[in-house]
């Protein structure tokens, strides 16, 4: 199946093959979710990065471990609680409520963009990416086998606010046994997520608790990965 482009790209009501970055084909079947933030790109980005925080509102990802972090000062300055490219990480899932299904899968970023902004010489529109994908080689698991890429898009709207897009790719032989336990309740789990990082990051600036744009950690870069999950 060819992948979806155009509008049936940006419909989260399909879950056909969508082209990413490591999985140019588009894979077996993806989820995919988009939502207007009423925040500044910024503050969607920290929480994208701000793993530690996943607990307090994503009810999808309900928690996250970090094993591993490119930058060896990183704990320094919160590196336990936030990625950066190269980090390895677990992921907790909540796949189904009723009945709880739950799952945990071993992640590592592959890009964490620095934040593009137009107030900063970017021309619009302002897109930064940040990628993560299955970590085939702390599960021994090859690429060709099994492949799962999510990518996040965080773009600067004209009014300062955010238009958040996210995609999910599943590829591989092992995918189709995946998909048929996985693929609607990933659909819906993914909505879920737009959901809650919507009122995270609104509620985040609602009460002030926004960090300035000045401060910026070092988590910005990315290793190649290759497509066994190698670096």
Request: with cysteine.
């Amino acid at each position: 199946m060819a992948p979806l482009i155009g509008a049936d790209f940006s419909n989260p009501k399909l879950t056909g093959p969508r082209a990413s970055k490591n999985i140019p084909g588009g894979g077996l079947f993806s989820s995919y979710g988009e939502t207007r933030i009423n925040a500044p790109p910024q503050v969607v980005y920290d929480a994208l990065l701000n793993v530690g925080d996943y607990p307090k509102w994503n009810t999808f990802v309900y928690d996250v471990k970090i094993t591993k972090n490119s930058d060896p000062h990183s704990h320094r300055a919160g590196g336990h609680k936030r990625i950066t490219g190269g980090s390895c990480m677990i992921f907790y899932r909540n796949i189904t409520h009723k009945p709880a299904y739950k799952t945990e899968a071993r992640q590592v970023v592959t890009l964490v963009e620095k934040l593009k902004l137009s107030k900063e010489g970017h021309q619009m529109p302002c897109v930064t990416r940040i990628r993560w994908q299955l970590d085939n080689a702390a599960i021994t698991t090859p690429g060709w086998m099994m492949r799962n890429e999510q990518i996040n898009e965080i773009e600067e709207a004209s009014d300062g606010t955010t238009i958040y897009r996210t995609w999910c790719v599943f590829g591989g032989p092992v995918a189709k046994f995946v998909r048929k336990k996985l693929e609607m309740p990933w659909r819906d789990r993914t909505q879920d997520w737009c959901r809650d990082l919507k009122e995270w990051c609104e509620k985040k600036v609602e009460d002030g608790d926004v960090e300035s744009e000045q401060v910026r950690r070092k988590s910005e870069g990315g290793v190649p990965v290759n497509e066994n999950g190698q670096k």
